[in-house]
């Protein structure tokens, strides 16, 4: 091989009239044109003759072309779909083993690099990206088997959704293509294969013949008739690229093996005579010895013809004076295939030898940080979360106050009134208890379970974190039933996962069945929301059951346990691949707080510990779970879980246990001083006087109530009430429950506080008020002759 040195030199060899190589072809090449089309002609005249024809006359001209420049003659291009499968079994099995580790990298790599659409629904734009329908891969297979390829061309299309993936490769004689090459199409997954090569299979797959289907994008390298064949066709079809001869770079020093080096150069150099295989290096020493290594090794390559002619006219050795100056030499190559063989970092300022990974780059431009990410998450599609109300108000040109963000799913209510108080003594300034004892005790107490099967988190997306770093590799899937909670599949993301979406039915319950039939070797855990979010499903017992027969990681997200009081927590016992997850975002409204836990085998809950920040829990949301647990009677009071029945025409009978004393005390003056039964609701509104209205005084308080069970369900209270002197009772309570009484009664009420100063009395005397002013509403008037007080005729 050439040796240069010096910079200038390497620069002037190496950097001067390199290009697609399409121009300055060999005479060799020339002349072989003019003896098989029997008149002079350049490479880009001779592949515009076989496009244009190949576009006008289909199947025949490709015929033609097979047979005059391949030596093919086979009357059906199409390889049967029993001959692909055929020939994986002819390749050997150490073949195919590599193939299918290659496939697997290849796959795993290009999933991390699928592009992904966005919304941003706040600013009313986004990006949808949609495969194409179908693509065509060139394989070259002239001169030699390129299997490989066949991998790093068709798999990137399955990865990115493409539906059909065509393949031309040339054969000789009408064989079949290599069982190598066809064991890569079925591992890749390749929907069908050609016997066409060169020019005419990038035209056939451009214009579609009555063979070969038209395709949207060709992807795939070939010599300069295939390269010149995808200029041409650009337009009309996509293309992957242009590319021309391999370059490939070996940077080496003193330390270096000459024999590696000069294999990695000589793999590349046998791809073609124009291929250009470069070693650079410091060492004089590492120079001759890699010369010599290739100089023997050209006597045994099979292909020995083809290397040497490129390592003799292309290939050179570079000697320069450093390793800033090597750094100088590969930027300005930038080449196909880097090589570097030293272990030193190349391009640091200053410092000739220090130790490190060998980059293709040299210092670290502004704005190149994201090569240096996980390829994965480069582009990582992000999790849609929420707003926060004040930018919500500003957008919406309204109150803060009014703000209710339902896509949240946040607790518009709030937490208990002993959280704030919590918070504000809690000890900031020390760490946590790392293993959450008083946490994970009142925990165990409030659910049943055993503490030790119990683990709390940053709220429960937290612990789904932690199940991926657990349980999944990069290449790993996760099974998921949609629609459903979208942070499984964007944690799945993170972690180089993917997600098999196994969708409800009709009426959005589990298909145990599809779920199944979608699991596979690489499932590692279900993720199944129950109440689901956003359906609000329950899943049935056994459904649970029989997907923890399938021998994976089952979560159950109970996040809304509360309001439902449907679980499976109490399987956890018996099923160690059962995990449950609570949080305390919703019930107990400490969303801003994040806290969330998990019930789950005992093992598996010190395997969390194990790898969990230490003190993930801050004792202000520790704090807060603690309060929110004492005070648990009153927050599940607070959603909506008291049920009363009305009976309009009773006598004051009333059963009531809301598990609160003071509501309780409420409801019984209502039906007491009203005569309405709170049980079963019956009744029939003819003859009723339907307004009536009621002042109540009890002490120094005074209430004014005004109802028309004219089938209008509206409510105005005006009740300035406080926390004291009402115990557990919560103030805020006592409107929301007027005003739900009013719609769902379907009555027009309107309440007001017109004295007082005990809260207590306030609130007896606005009830007694209400009582009253409905037991005078609905007596029954005789002078309306049994007909309804309405000029309509009827009410509602």
């Not at 080496?252 to 150099?269: E, I, K, Y």
């Not at 390793?323 to 190559?333: D, F, H, K, L, N």
Request: charged share 25%; net charge negative.
């Amino acid at each position: 091989m050439r040796i240069v040195r010096g910079l200038e030199d390497a620069r002037k060899v190496l950097c001067e009239g390199r290009g697609l190589g399409l121009d300055d072809v060999p005479q060799s090449l020339l002349e072989g044109i003019a003896d098989l089309f029997g008149e002079a002609l350049t490479p880009m005249q001779v592949v515009e003759r076989i496009v244009r024809r190949v576009k006008a006359e289909g199947d025949a001209a490709v015929r033609d072309f097979c047979v005059l420049l391949d030596g093919a003659s086979a009357d059906e291009f199409e390889v049967p779909g029993e001959a692909i499968a055929e020939g994986r079994r002819q390749a050997s099995a150490e073949v195919v083993d590599a193939l299918e580790a290659a496939a697997a990298r290849i796959r795993s790599y290009h999933e991390a690099c699928v592009s992904r659409g966005w919304t941003d629904y706040s600013a009313g734009y986004g990006q949808i990206v949609n495969a194409v329908g179908s693509a065509g891969a060139y394989i070259p297979g002239g001169t030699a088997l390129y299997p490989s390829t066949v991998l790093m061309t068709a798999i990137p299309a399955k990865v990115a959704g493409v539906p059909q993936v065509v393949m031309c490769t040339p054969t000789k004689n009408g064989e079949l293509p290599h069982p190598a090459v066809l064991a890569a199409a079925d591992i890749a997954g390749v929907d069908r294969v050609f016997c066409i090569g060169g020019a005419q299979a990038v035209a056939a797959m451009a214009y579609g013949t009555e063979s070969v289907p038209r395709v949207d994008i060709i992807c795939g390298p070939g010599n300069i008739f295939v390269t010149l064949a995808k200029k041409l066709v650009y337009g009309d079809v996509g293309i992957d690229g242009l590319y021309g001869p391999t370059e490939t770079v070996v940077i080496g020093d003193s330390t270096s093996n000459p024999t590696l080096c000069a294999v990695d150069m000589l793999a590349q150099a046998e791809h073609d005579t124009l291929a250009r295989p470069v070693l650079i290096t410091t060492s004089e020493r590492l120079a001759d010895a890699v010369d010599a290594e290739i100089t023997a090794r050209l006597e045994r390559l099979d292909r020995g013809a083809i290397a040497r002619a490129s390592t003799q006219e292309q290939g050179c050795i570079a000697l320069v004076e450093s390793m800033g100056r090597r750094a100088e030499v590969g930027e300005r190559i930038r080449a196909g295939a880097l090589v570097p063989d030293d272990g030193w970092r190349m391009g640091v300022s200053g410092k000739d030898k220090e130790r490190g990974s060998g980059v293709h780059r040299g210092l670290l431009a502004r704005g190149e940080i994201k090569r240096l990410l996980r390829p994965h998450l480069a582009d990582v599609q992000t999790y849609e979360a929420v707003d926060p109300p004040e930018l919500i108000a500003r957008r919406a040109g309204i109150p803060e106050s009014e703000i209710v963000k339902l896509n949240g799913n946040e607790n518009p209510y709030g937490g208990s009134p002993k959280v704030a108080a919590a918070v504000a003594n809690a000890p900031v300034h020390i760490y946590p208890d790392p293993l959450q004892r008083k946490v994970r005790q009142a925990l165990s107490e409030y659910t049943g379970a055993a503490s030790e099967e119990i683990i709390a988190g940053a709220g429960s997306d937290e612990l789904i974190d932690l199940m991926f770093r657990l349980f999944m590799e990069p290449g790993d899937k996760v099974l998921d039933f949609d629609p459903t909670f979208a942070m499984y599949g964007f944690l799945a993301r993170v972690a180089g996962g993917e997600t098999a979406m196994v969708q409800r039915d009709e009426v959005f319950d589990i298909d145990v069945s599809a779920a199944r039939d979608a699991l596979d070797d690489r499932t590692k855990i279900i993720f199944l929301a129950s109440p689901n979010n956003p359906t609000g499903n329950l899943t049935p017992r056994e459904h649970v059951l029989e997907l923890l027969d399938t021998g994976r990681i089952v979560v159950v997200d109970e996040a809304y346990y509360e309001f439902c009081d449907s679980t499976v927590a109490d399987m956890v016992s018996e099923h160690e691949n059962l995990v449950v997850l609570r949080t305390l975002s919703k019930w107990a409204g400490l969303a801003g707080l994040r806290i969330g836990y998990g019930i789950m085998n005992e093992e598996l809950v010190q395997h969390v510990i194990d790898i969990k920040q230490p003190y993930n829990i801050s004792v202000a949301a520790e704090a807060a779970l603690l309060a929110s647990l004492e005070d648990s009677q009153l927050l599940l009071i607070m959603e909506t879980q008291i049920s009363v029945e009305v009976n309009l025409d009773g006598r004051g009978e009333y059963e009531i246990d809301t598990g609160n004393g003071m509501f309780d005390h409420l409801l019984a003056q209502l039906s007491r001083h009203g005569l309405i039964d709170l049980k079963d609701a019956v009744g029939d509104a003819s003859g009723i006087r339907r307004m009536a209205h009621s002042y109540v005084p009890l002490d120094e308080a005074l209430a004014l109530t005004v109802v028309d069970f004219g089938g209008r369900g509206y409510a105005v209270i005006d009740a300035a009430l406080s926390d004291s002197d009402l115990g557990a009772l919560p103030a805020e309570l006592i409107p929301h429950f007027l005003e739900t009484m009013a719609r769902e009664g379907a009555f027009n009420l309107h309440v007001r506080i017109l004295a007082g100063s005990s809260n207590h009395h306030k609130a007896e005397a606005l009830f007694k008020s209400l009582a009253r002013s409905m037991r005078a509403a609905l007596e029954v008037d005789e002078r309306l002759g049994g007909e309804v007080a309405s000029t309509k005729g009827s009410i509602g």
